[in-house]
């Protein structure tokens, strides 16, 4: 059974026909890439699969459960988590305090326990920490575990978003833009972060990416969405040559 | 109740209506370009009426020189207001400019404790006002068309700057889309300044209304209809003016309605308006015209 | 690490014995005027802190206390006064028969009005917290204007606008500073536990937030009801020291003044309250002299009623314009904070000298 099938959705807001009649469907362990030109409903599509927004047609199909229209929350509880186009951090909040409330779903006390102070909710905290610092160190950022996460360089940040999102404990993660702002070098490391990130923690990743040398470099299968339709899918190089992709793109360089 | 009653709490109706509506055009304007919920709106009418009841019964101006001055008092100090509290914040997290407007809406009332007293002022209602036309069995005192007539002026007198005028079309355009509004070369601040002159000069003119109509001027004389109106606002939809003018005028009636075929209910007529909030921001929080996205969680 | 935090428990627990002792020592000294100011600053830590939860710690612009607060209050007044009281009070509508010879202890009546705030806090917050930050402000002003009016009409069970008198004071310095010291310490874990830091999660992005699994509705209400609550418990103290309520006591007029105290102090920081709420309580008490005549030598400079509530207005205004954070901003006291912030100052004082 695949973890993931987006079964032919379709988003409408009002008029406008954002996503059309889309079927994707992922097993697990891939590492599949969403790409297209701009407005081409990328981030509309992980919306729908994250359940900021219901899909108006179709449904989406998650570890064998129908997550359709499902809060955000709900679906992080399913085993989907994300990164966002423009880090969406908590800025007031340390490094590691996001992380910890990426952990959060999984805390079993109660908000009393936690009020007054019960040893089982210390040794949940406690445990909580230990594996915020883990995922941390994990990323490179034990030293910078108690800075406010508002005040970091861009790169880390997107890498303390990436540990929050990991905090989950996803089964599927979706990354938006991972190496949006990254020069050449950086695209690359972030390459080979990622496909040890899947292959470290048992993950299947969906990302969307505009640098192509990221997307070809890593993802095992590529989808490609033009106006709201997928116009393409399959392994990097079928992509690269199909002419729909190509008169898609036209006029936008890649780094390619 | 006979009909002729029903047709005297009916003109009742619209003249309240036509008063919230005067101040539900300020705060939708406002709300509209700042998104900001103007609480020190109803404080401006406030003022206005103590304003008016100085120039006109203190120092002794004529009702047509003291009035027109009252809404020129009125219009400076939302400007005034604009300028000092709510221009440096406009940066700020919108939670800073909301308790800036409540701070100035206290600052206001205390004030106005101060300066005027809190023991209520009486404003006149000059004799004529007072003369019943009947029609038939149905007896309305002449109050009511004055009001009602003198609201629908300046509803059609600001809808026309709104939507015949270039600045109207400007102050239109920003509480659109004010990035683009901007680079199309619209002066922000002056445009802002315009909708508070506009606006607060509304309000001062539903205060002259208002207290010949109900003659006990308090300092707190303007936090319930203020939000009353704003409540209207939002039941017609926020953003859109005739939204605003059509939800104030409703709830107006509404009120009024309620208490007249309910007398019992009374003491709850406050209610009335903040149920309809409720039901409205649950049910259809774009309102009955459709106005902007209420931002949802 | 945990030797710190042991070190600072050991120290919290110090203080709070010298606090007990200079408590016992001003219940012998005092006299009952500065007793009432020291019951108030705790009083409104009380309710500073109900209203810190949720406006401050999960960034929800709410308005609403002031109905929290009345149905805390009338709730006290109408379980402890006696059926005699009652009598005197309800002379122009009988009391319901329910309540009338109902008369429970000072302790039950405080659960009960905690409980009662706490689920009218539940039915105000569940709808109104599924609105967006601007109307929650309006929609929750709203909710409590409205039971301000239900409180003036419902003469059987308020008494209406003739409020009730005759409430007996337990809430004696012991009682207000107790309540709020278990206040301070249940908020202050809250805050720093990992609901606290969801409730800051939400307070910051809350679709981020939700993205990453955090249940917006039931943290969001969970702030609300224990702010509720709180406010509840100041209510009832209030009428306690007051001896006599009425409902136009808790329009928005005071709602503003409580959020003030949370602003001037830090919206967001319990340390912040707590030293936000006693300075204005006392700032507001110590600018009543503005409001009278005074006397300086020969000249006598003629007071000027509530003057001081416009000097107190025009302190805010300013404070929001220009003191944005208040005075702690989101910081919180910690022994090992204090710490460095003395030793930072002993280190300026051997380079200057």
Known sequence: MSLLKVDHVTMQFGGLTAVSDLFVEMERGELVGLIGPNGAGKTTVFNMISGVYTPTKGRVIFDGADITGKKPDRAAAAGISRTFQNARLFTGLSVVDNVMVGQHLRLKSSPLAAMVGLPSYKREEQAMYDRSMALLERLGLTNLAQRKAGGLPYGPQRRVEIARALATQPKLLLLDEPAAGMNAEEAKDLMAFIRGVRDEFGLTIFLVEHQMRVVMGICERILVLDHGEKICEGCPSDVQNNPQVIQAYLGVTTNA | ?297 | MKIAADRGKVLSLLGLVLFGLFLWWATGHWDPFLLRMLRLCGIYIVLGLGVNVVNGLAGQFSLGHGGFMLVGAYTLALLTLTPEKKEMCFYLVPCIAALRTLTLPFVVALVLAAILAAVVGFLVGAPALRVGGDYLALLTLAFSESIVVLAFNIMPITNGALGLKGIVDYASVWWVWGLAILAIFLTRSLAESNYGRALKAIREDEIAAEAMGVNLFYHKTLAFVYGAALCGIGGALLACINSSIEPSMFGFYFTFQILVMVIIGGLGSVTGTVIGAPLVTIMLEALRFIDNPVQLGPIRIPGIIGMRMVLFSTLLLMAILFFREGLVGSREFSWAGLARAVASLGRGKKQAG
């Open chain 2, 1 to 297: 109740m006979t009909f002729a009653v029903f047709l005297q709490h009916l003109a009742n109706g619209i003249a309240l209506g036509g008063m919230y509506a005067l101040l539900a055009v300020g705060y939708n304007m406002v709300y509209g370009i700042l998104r900001l919920t103007n609480f020190a709106h109803g404080d401006v009418f406030m003022m206005s009426a103590y304003i008016a009841f100085y120039t006109w019964l203190v120092f002794g101006l004529p009702w047509y020189v003291a009035f027109p001055v009252t809404m020129v008092l009125g219009a400076l100090l939302g400007v005034i207001i604009e300028r000092a509290a709510y221009r440096p914040l406009r940066q700020a997290p919108r939670i800073s400019s909301m308790l800036a407007a409540i701070g100035v809406s206290f600052l206001l009332e205390n004030i106005a404790f101060v300066v005027f007293g809190g023991r209520p002022k009486a404003f006149q209602r000059p004799p004529f006002l007072d003369q019943v036309f009947s029609i038939g069995s149905v007896s309305v005192p002449a109050l009511t068309f004055v009001s009602i007539a003198a609201s629908v002026l300046f509803l059609l007198l600001m809808s026309y700057i709104i939507y015949r005028t270039k600045p109207g079309l400007a102050m239109r355009a920003l509480s659109m889309d004010s990035e683009t509004a901007r680079l199309m070369g619209i002066n922000i601040n002056t445009m802002i300044s315009l909708t508070f002159v506009l606006g607060s000069g509304l309000a001062a003119a539903g205060a002259i209304i208002w207290s010949l109509k109900y003659p006990q001027i308090l300092p707190l004389m303007g936090a319930l209809p203020g939000l009353k109106a704003f409540i209207g606002a939002v039941l017609g939809g926020i953003g859109s003016i005739p939204g605003a003018m059509l939800g104030a005028f409703l709830l107006g009636l509404g009120e009024i309605m309620l208490v007249a075929f309910l007398p019992t209910l009374t003491g709850y007529r406050d209610v009335f308006a903040f149920a309809i909030l409720i039901v409205v921001l649950l049910f259809k929080p774009r309102g009955l015209l459709q106005g902007k996205e209420v931002p949802k969680v």
